[in-house]
């Protein structure tokens, strides 16, 4: 099953890259930001996005985050797997 996790920001890791670190029920990974980093609209530390196989798809706010990792943690097996998956992948 592929998921898209909420995930909070916690440090821009290189602009120039757009590589945010994001944690996840403990886990924190580099992810792409490219999709949502822009004039428009930036990222900062404490934004909520939505994680999809390393890449930052959305913005959310927080209560979407909550809700939706209220759902995720429900779902038991399918949303492990999502963090383990997480806990594995890299991008530097």
């Known amino acids: 099953m592929c998921l898209g996790i909420p995930g909070r920001i916690v440090e821009i890791v290189d602009e120039d890259l757009l590589l945010a670190k994001a944690e996840v029920g403990g886990v924190r990974r580099n992810v792409n930001i490219g999709l949502v980093h822009h004039e428009d609209e930036r990222v900062e530390v404490g934004d909520w996005i939505l994680i999809h196989v390393g890449f930052a798809m959305s913005k959310i706010d927080e209560e979407e985050a909550r809700n939706t990792l209220r759902f995720l943690e429900e779902l038991g097996q399918e949303f ?8 594995e992948s890299r991008i530097e």
């Open 80 to 87: 492990e797997q999502e963090l383990e998956e997480l806990r």
